[in-house]
């Protein structure tokens, strides 16, 4: 079976201070991957997709970036944070051609 | 453009009330429609989902009918229980080119089950 994960769980991180969340996915092939924050107290907004190893559409235009490196591998970057940067991080994956996503735990980022 | 608008939130019932989430859609063409849950501080799960008109999605004992002609998936359940506190969201699918679909959601609606 198909499994997510997403790395770390819980970022503090002062404002002007890089960032870099990870997120895998096991059990499947050329998978779709997908960036979304979610910010208090509002749904969610896709940041960013990817349908294939170094492929990745921007959604909203922001500090943050994307890359995909490996097949199933989704990494969601910052140069210099934002106050307004924290919130909630989710990645979800897709099989290719098909609409159902699947998401993994999350990643609550902390901007101080 | 797509988009999904749900009943605003929080909905707070006891024990074994019925529910209902609504939420209605605009979007060109005929999307999926989903309905995810989420616990508190976790990710989402899918809860249930319906590709075309008059399908119905069921799970756990909730149930969604896709309703072309009002453009709504309407979410419900006979008898609720604590552990279904939770926030509820309703999304809908659009093909993004090259094989892949972007999900619009709702803003999310919170459930609160009291025993």
């Known amino acids: 079976s198909q499994t997510i994960h997403q790395w770390p769980a819980t970022l503090v991180q002062p404002v002007g201070s890089p960032l870099s969340l990870e997120c895998t996915v096991e059990?499947?092939?050329?998978?779709?991957l997908y960036w979304y924050r979610q910010a208090a107290g509002r749904g969610l907004q896709l940041l960013f997709y990817?349908?294939?190893?170094?492929?990745i559409s921007s959604e909203v235009p922001q500090n943050l970036s994307a890359s995909r490196p490996q097949d199933r591998q989704f990494i969601l970057s910052s140069k210099k944070l934002l106050l307004s940067d924290s919130g909630f991080y989710l990645c979800a994956w897709s099989m290719t051609g098909t609409e159902t996503q699947y998401f993994g735990p999350g990643t609550r980022l902390l901007v101080l | 453009g797509n988009s999904v608008t749900q009943m605003e939130g929080p909905v707070t019932l006891s024990e074994e009330a019925f529910l209902t989430i609504n939420c209605t859609y605009t979007a060109t063409g005929y999307p999926s429609l989903f309905w995810y849950v989420q616990y508190p501080g976790e990710g989402l799960q899918l809860l249930l989902k319906?590709?075309?008109?008059?399908d119905k999605g069921s799970n756990k004992g909730f149930e969604a009918t896709y309703r072309k002609e009002t453009t709504s998936f309407h979410l419900e359940k006979g008898s609720v229980q604590v552990s279904d506190s939770a926030v509820y969201f309703c999304a809908l699918s659009g093909a993004s080119g090259a094989g892949s679909y972007q999900l619009t959601f709702g803003k999310g609606t919170k459930l609160s089950v009291i025993p």
């Open positions: 059990g499947t092939s050329n998978p779709n």
């Open positions: 319906a590709t075309k008109a008059d």
């Open positions: 990817s349908v294939g190893i170094g492929q």
